[in-house]
């Protein structure tokens, strides 16, 4: 406790105090606590007037109900983590919902639940005086289906506010939610399933907001996702994108927001995450983490250069994971736990602005597989920050399929990435000089070996051993 409140004084006196204190002071105005994408790299984030890659990985993805919250967060903390997500849910054991539970056990949807309150507030305070960004989403859609809508607040049956018959709410929504048959989600006047009846469903979806908001606003490293994978029609999304900054707007914050669909592993044949390529002045940020289920390997590269060169075409965002899966080969496709190493590296050499590894069992959550790919990927920072470099796979040949990805800016930096081992050619001809060769190893997150060449032809780079491995590689200019 004496560190967090010494932490806390030196934050204040440097001029970064975790509360913002929007309404006297000048810096919040101008953004500069607020995460913001880059002024120079729009793809990338900054934040307190620094360009940052976002890396990260945790137990629980509704991190705010975890037990040892401070302690997890400062695993994180340690190896240079700096990025979580944390879902507004309440439907695992031990978790707590957002309303007031009466002695009956009935819900009051007019009063708070102090202790889900608190716990919402502490971990926005940790992660701010960690410099930690929480990526929030507000609505998962798995709390309301199945077994978890049985015991959920806005359930008519568990709640003293609203009845079936003035909601039109059934009981029981047995099917998954990929279905979309949950009226809540569709309470927004002209979706398909809105009916009048849904406005008092509402009222409570925007007070539920209201609250959730008068925390988040004075904290600057919150950004906002409507939903979980969702497949609801993207009006729903849209209303809250609209709700939400529309408060944000009154209080001169800037804020940025989006949604995240749940067909990303296939976005062509996906309208609504076109949308989100396309309409940047509702969509500020985009999120594409299911495309790290289903894909692999090369698929998942191809995948992924296709949604950012479909971004560019419209005003620059940056591309986030939340999600990163690997673990449990589900039917899904969530593939093994070296599939979700092999998905993080990829998606940093490739040009996303965050990764962060899922939850166990599908995830690698903070094991340390996913500590020594943070670890590894700050080393690369080091020496190359990554939105330095893009993707520049016609430097690379005798190439086999997923043996090797590269970035680079030419003739001054590269960054190799081989999934496990192997050996490609790098096309130096139109630079005769001196070039450095520095290996770091993603199955341990250490330095390898070092070496010198001179360029002007084609180099061999051979990796040191089978595994995981980054070659970063810069012009000589000793």
């Known amino acids: 406790m004496k560190n967090l409140v010494y932490l806390a004084f030196i934050l204040v006196v440097s001029g970064y105090s975790c509360v913002s204190g929007h309404k006297d002071n000048a810096d919040n105005t101008s953004g500069k606590r607020y995460i913001k994408p880059d002024s120079e790299n729009p793809g990338y984030w900054e934040y307190k007037g620094q360009p940052v890659l976002l ?22 903390h340690a190896i240079d983590g700096n990025y979580i997500r944390n879902t ?19 819900y009051d949807l007019n009063k708070w639940g102090q202790e889900h309150c608190q716990r919402f507030e502490d971990l926005l305070k940790i992660t701010c005086e960690r410099d930690i960004i929480v990526q929030l989403e507000i609505w998962d859609r798995f709390d309301y289906s199945r077994d978890n809508w049985k015991k959920n607040p806005f359930n008519p049956e568990n709640n003293v506010d609203y009845t079936i018959e003035e909601t039109g709410l059934a009981t029981e929504y047995p099917k998954h939610p990929a279905s979309d048959l949950q009226p809540f989600f569709h309470s927004i006047p002209g979706m398909p399933n809105y009916t009048e009846n849904l406005n008092i469903v509402r009222s409570y979806q925007e007070k539920y907001i209201n609250k959730l908001l008068s925390y988040t606003l004075d904290y600057g490293n919150v950004l906002y996702c409507m939903d979980n994978e969702t497949s ?30 749940d ?58 994971n939340t999600k990163i899966y690997g673990g449990m080969n ?22 996303c602005a965050s990764v962060r590894h899922h939850r166990p069992p599908h995830g690698n959550g903070l094991n340390d597989k996913s500590i020594a790919t943070i670890k590894a990927v700050r080393k690369i920072e080091t020496i190359v920050k990554l939105w330095e470099v893009e993707p520049k796979m016609d430097f690379l040949s005798d190439r086999e399929e997923d043996e090797a990805y590269l970035s680079a800016k030419e003739g001054e930096k590269y960054v190799i990435y081989f999934t496990d081992g192997g050996a490609v050619k790098l096309d130096l001809r139109q630079y005769d000089k001196p070039f450095v060769l520095k290996w770091i190893s993603v199955n341990d997150g250490e330095w390898g070996g070092e070496s010198a060449f001179e360029g002007g ?12 491995w980054f070659a970063v590689i810069i012009s000589d200019i000793r």
């Open 232 to 261: 609801t029609p993207p009006e729903w999304g849209k209303y809250w994108i609209k709700y939400i900054k529309s408060i944000a707007d009154e209080k001169d914050i800037q804020i940025y927001l989006t949604d995240m669909f």
């Open 55 to 76: 890396l990260g990985g945790s137990k629980n993805d509704n991190l705010f109900q975890s037990q040892n919250l401070e302690e997890h967060l400062d695993e994180l």
């Open 263 to 320: 067909r990303f592993f296939s976005p062509q044949e996906c309208p609504s995450c076109l949308q989100v390529l396309e309409q940047a002045d509702v969509y500020t940020f985009v999120d594409i983490s299911q495309i790290n289920s289903r894909n692999f390997d090369q698929t998942h590269w191809d995948t992924l250069q296709w949604i950012l060169m479909e971004r560019d075409k419209f005003p620059i965002r940056p591309v986030n």
């Open 457 to 468: 032809n084609y180099q061999e780079i051979i990796a040191p051993d089978k595994g995981g």
């Open 88 to 106: 507004m849910s309440s439907r695992d054991s031990g978790d707590v919902w957002p309303f007031f539970r009466q002695a009956d056990g009935k």
């Open 330 to 351: 589900s039917k899904w496709g969530s593939g093994s736990n070296e599939d979700g190493i092999e998905r993080f590296c990829r998606n940093v050499i490739g040009g």
